[in-house]
Structure formats: C-alpha cells, structure tokens
C-alpha cells in the first residue's frame, strides 16, 4: 500500500534562507500531491497543489517540485520568516476519489 | 471563506460513555471526513461521507460510527469511549471537484478518555 515518508526531525533554518521539506512515497505515482500548513493545536490549512504532469508549482515565496521518477515532492520556503514556524504535511491522492493518504508531518523553525 | 466548525475544542470523558462530536461546514461541500491524528502519525481516516446519508469506512473505523443527515452536519460518535480513543479530532470538507480535492478543516476536538 502507499506510503509516505516526511521527515521526522525538526528542521531548523536561519531567518531569511530557504526552507527545504521533502515528501516521498512508495508506490504508485498519485495523479496530484498537497501541502498543507498545521499550527499547534489547530487544523491543517491547504497550500499548494501540484499534478503530476507539472513538475514545479509556485505561490508567492512557496514553491513545490514534483519529481515521479524518484516518487518525490519538495516543498520550499524562500526568504523564510519566523511566522513560517509550522508543521507542514504532505498530502497525495488515494486510487479512488475524495481521499487522500497524509504524510506525518515535517516540524520546521525558523530562527530569528 | 469556507467555514467548518467543531462543536467542542476540548472534551474530558470517562471510560465507557457515548460521546458526540459534531462538524458543521458552511460551503455546500459534498465530501465530509472524520480524522483522528496522534502524536508522530499522519492523519488517519476513520469515516468519510461523500453524500447525505452515505457513509464509507476509512482505515481505523473500528469503535466509532457516523451520522449525515444533513448536508452540512457530519458526526463522530464514540459508542463507547475506551483511553486509546484519547486524540486530536479533526473533521474536514471538500467539494467534489472531479480529482483534485483540497480539504478544508476544523480546528480539531482534543479528547482524552479517563
């Protein structure tokens, strides 16, 4: 079964650099992929969407690759800030609709 | 903006009783889904709704049920609360968009089971 593996330590960036998280899966190449931002204590909040036949997805200083030969996606965070402290998921559609399969989590911190 | 609301942001319950939790959406979403999500884990589904009065069964439904009734109203039910039910609750939305669902969630139940 599909698998998604985020890592599960803490990253932790310098003010003002760029942001790296890295969502990869395990089997099937999902026709799209989400990234979603998760504040202590409140529900995640929907970012960016990529399909599987784009390879980059930009939205102001977020920028998501997606790369189905090494079954990888990259979230980045340029010009980071430490309001960008936040856990953010990965998440990718399920064979069949409306569901999708949610990734742990990557803890990020951005130090000022 | 898409609205959903949880009925409670913190619940505290014995061991044994029935617990409700309600999810209100305000968008006329077709799509509605319960999560439970646990320190370390992604989020895990336990029962999804794509229509009033349909129901499917997510990965761990085992201990729960659900309600629609309505189209906007979705609930969790805990027919009998054990202490490995003590979790973040998270109930989200969708429209059916033909493939490209973004969910749209609560702000989460923290429930813990005495």
């Known amino acids: 079964s599909q698998k998604i593996e985020q890592n599960s330590e803490a990253l932790n960036i310098q003010e003002g650099k760029t942001a790296t998280l890295t969502c990869n899966y395990t089997n099937y190449s999902p026709a799209y992929l989400q990234w979603y931002r998760q504040d202590p204590g409140r529900g995640p909040v929907f970012l960016l969407l990529i399909r599987e036949n784009e390879k980059e997805k930009r939205k102001e200083r977020l920028k998501v690759t997606f790369d189905t030969t090494l079954k990888q996606s990259l979230f980045h965070i340029t010009a980071s800030q430490p309001a960008d402290s936040a856990t953010y998921l990965c998440?990718?559609?399920?064979?069949?609709?409306?569901?999708?399969?949610w990734g742990a989590g990557t803890k990020l911190i951005i130090k000022p | 903006d898409v609205k959903v609301t949880q009925s409670s942001r913190y619940l505290v319950k014995r061991t044994g009783e029935k617990v409700f939790l309600e999810c209100v959406q305000d968008?006329?979403?077709?799509?509605m889904f319960w999560y439970r999500q646990d320190p370390g884990l992604g989020l895990r589904l336990i029962y999804f709704?794509?229509?009033?009065?349909?129901?499917e069964k997510g990965d761990i439904p085992e201990g729960y049920s659900v309600s629609r009734e309505k189209k906007e109203r979705f609930s969790l039910i805990l027919e009998s609360a054990s202490t490995n039910q003590t979790s973040m609750y998270l109930c989200?939305?969708?429209?059916?968009?033909?493939?490209?669902?973004?969910?749209?969630f609560g702000p989460g139940t923290r429930l813990l089971v005495l």
């Open positions: 998440a990718l559609a399920k064979d069949s609709n409306y569901q999708l399969i």
């Open positions: 989200a939305s969708s429209w059916d968009s033909g493939g490209t669902e973004t969910q749209y």
């Open positions: 968008m006329d979403h077709e799509n």
């Open positions: 709704s794509y229509d009033v009065k349909m129901k």
